[in-house]
């Protein structure tokens, strides 16, 4: 092996070795049994491990060096414990900075990187690690794991395969279920942050979390509570104007997973929808009141939603087929604006898979994809007039007419 080659292994390793070390260090860990010189050495310890093995071609001094380790790791367990510490996490986290090291000399250097920064960034969210457990509910604990384990289990054993003849061959049991936990996901990073952060930290920023959870649900909240409490108006449409530009993010978040050449034909008129809403959030909030409301979501992980938005995915996967199969272009644009008054994810993603097979232009399912964002946000300031009080009605109906311009008018340039 050429030394320039082995010396970045052996300098990744220390690297690795002294951030995790940096982070003990730090953090003060109760068992002070090894800090940062201590931790990068071990990083060391495993590579030179590694380094032996290879050059002797035997596993030996690898399993020896790893139990050197182990037993080193036991013992300041045992004197910790006699002292009334039990805590492991210094422990563990040794024995991962071992391995990483390991790691580090066999070459897979992404992989190490990628595991020691990963264990010094969680090292370092035990106090919101902990913050975050407290806000969770059995509930939420039961749906998530329900949901892991559907997937877990479910998702391998899927047809990757369609069924019959255009249009039902677009849906792939697979690809629906996959499209089921991205949506989820996406949802679950919005809740965690609602939890983690509490609703209490204020209005607006349960409506930029709760963007990412339900936009639909933060407007419909909210609206109904602007009846009640009228002179928390402003503080409602800041909530609800965040939610909608949120929104459009999680659109080209989604795109851009499922078919990137959709997210590079869509991207404007929708990306100028989002900045007209994140310029009228910002003037809102320098005239809004900081409030205490709290709103509450439902965890999106609960498996009967979950199932019912893969058969709203596939339905509209089959009608969006269906109606360009026998209404042409005019079609895709129909289904898409029909579909976005109820979920625009389904058709978001719908028609990314669609493009994506070669089954839908591309330019035709970007433009489609903005005619749904704008429905869907049409759709949700009729809530608001309907529903929320005259002052929240003032306050969105500037940024409302100003989203709908954006993304109609550039739309066209697609």
Known sequence: MEFPVLFGRFGLALAIGLLIGLQ?????????????????????????????????????????????????????????????????????????????????????????????????????????????????????????????????????????????????????????????????????????????????????????????????????????????????????????????????GRMLVEAGVINPPLLARAWFPIMAAGLVGLLFSWAILSRSPKTQEEMEFATPFELGPAVKFGLLYAAILVGARAAQLYLGDVGVYLASVVSGVADVDAITLSLARLSASGDVAVSIAARAVVFAAMANTMVKGGMVIALGSPALRRALLPGLLGMLAAGLGLSFAI
């Open 24 to 248: 003990r260090e730090y953090a003060k860990a109760p068992s002070g049994f090894a800090g940062t010189r201590t931790f990068a050495l071990l990083s060391l310890f495993g590579a030179i491990s590694g380094y032996l093995a290879e050059l002797t071609a035997s596993p030996w001094p690898l399993v020896a060096a790893l139990g050197l380790v182990g037993g080193l790791v036991g013992l300041a367990y045992a004197f910790g414990a006699r002292e009334g510490r039990y805590g492991l996490t210094t422990e563990v986290a040794a024995m991962v900075t071992f391995s990483v090291g390991v790691l580090c000399q066999r070459g897979e250097l992404s992989l190490a990187a990628a595991l020691g920064v990963a264990t010094a960034v969680l090292l370092s969210l035990k106090l919101e690690v902990q913050r975050l457990v407290a806000h969770l509910s059995r509930k939420d604990l039961v749906a998530t794991l329900k949901f892991a384990v559907i997937t877990a289990i479910v998702l391998p054993l899927l047809p990757t395969h369609g069924f019959g003849t255009a249009p039902w061959n677009v849906v792939s049991p697979r690809n629906v279920w996959l499209m089921v936990v991205l949506i989820s996901g996406i949802s679950f990073a919005g809740y965690v942050a609602v939890k983690f952060a509490g609703a209490r930290r204020g209005i607006g920023l349960t409506g930029l979390f709760g963007g990412l959870v339900s936009s639909t649900a933060v407007t419909l909240g909210f609206a109904a509570r602007s009846r009640q409490t009228p002179s928390l108006s402003m503080a409602f449409a800041l909530a609800i104007s965040l939610s909608w530009t949120v929104m459009f």
